[in-house]
């Protein structure tokens, strides 16, 4: 053996290693596999099997449905992010959060206040974070969107919305 020729060697070895990590992997794979089989069995009585490969939670006790504790008419309006229709930093709401999809602006209720609009939206839950011009009065709800020609589509809507518990 010349001089240098143990890197050689030590590089085969590490490669000859290498070529075997795969057979190693898929033998802990296996035994993932059937312990996760297992652990589905146990929870047999809480999931439901779509189509033979989908696991679905049946209910959540951890995450009752949200109770209604008042149903409310209102006027339904729509906002977004330019300076025209807010105040100096039109990305920051009254409540000092980012503006994002399910954010309203209503002068009635405290932030953090969780609504749905069934009418218009279903089941989606939004949160009072923004306030409105004090003209507006307090059964009116402003919706945010994230663009200026979104919220001028939506119009305006007489509607009933839901106060949600919590």
Not at 127 to 132: A, F
Not at 147 to 159: I, P
Request: hydrophobic fraction near 40%.
């Amino acid at each position: 053996m010349k001089e240098g020729d143990g890197w050689i060697v030590l590089l085969i070895m590490v490669g000859v290693l290498i070529s075997f990590l795969p057979i190693f992997k898929l033998e802990s794979q296996n035994v993932k596999a059937k312990f996760d089989i297992k652990k589905i069995e146990n929870f047999e009585e809480e999931l439901v099997i779509i189509q033979g490969n989908s696991l679905l939670p049946i209910s959540n006790p951890l995450n009752p449905e949200p109770k209604v504790i008042r149903k409310i008419n209102v006027v339904i309006t729509a906002y977004s992010s330019t300076p025209w229709q807010t105040d100096d930093n039109p990305y920051i709401t009254a409540a000092g959060t980012q503006v994002r999809e399910g954010i309203v602006a209503n002068n009635k209720y405290p932030f953090g206040t969780k609504i749905r609009i069934p009418e218009i939206f279903g089941d989606k839950i939004f949160v009072v974070e923004d306030r409105m011009n004090w003209e507006k009065g307090k059964y009116h709800i402003d919706i945010w969107f994230s663009s200026y020609f979104e919220a001028k589509n939506f119009g305006a809507k007489r509607t009933y919305i839901e106060v949600l518990e919590g």
